[in-house]
């Protein structure tokens, strides 16, 4: 059964960064398109980002472009969220989602993606 664990989340100030990670196991990491959706208090889940199983391609929610890099690490089975400057509206319990063969062109859609993880907050004061 696949499984993919959040980590690196916390408390920054506005401005600051983070890096969070999302570790894979229980399946073959490499066929997975990865995605990170986040979820702040009395709104819906959204895509920030996500990057491709076939040609490493990226993609980023226009609200995060510029400020956050997804990366992958095949060897490690982990993907990397690299959040700076980061703003009191990034708050929210971010999570990372695997798709078997995504190529990327659905990342922003929930329906696609295949496992999930539970999740890590992270909260950005002013």
């Known amino acids: 059964e696949g499984q993919l664990v959040e980590s690196g989340g916390g408390l920054v100030q506005a401005g600051e960064s983070l890096t969070l990670s999302c570790a894979a196991s229980g399946f073959r990491f490499d066929d997975y398109a990865i995605g990170w959706f986040r979820q702040a208090p009395g709104k819906e889940r959204e895509g920030v980002s996500g990057i491709s199983s076939t040609d490493g391609g990226t993609y980023y929610a226009d609200s995060v472009k510029d400020r956050f890099t997804i990366s992958r690490d095949n060897a490690k089975n982990t993907v990397y969220l690299q959040m700076n400057n980061l703003k009191p509206e990034d708050t929210a319990v971010y999570y990372c989602?695997?798709?078997?063969w995504g190529d990327g062109s659905k990342w922003y859609a929930e329906s696609e993606y295949d496992y999930w993880g539970q999740g890590t907050q992270v909260t950005v004061s002013s």
């Open positions: 989602a695997a798709d078997l």
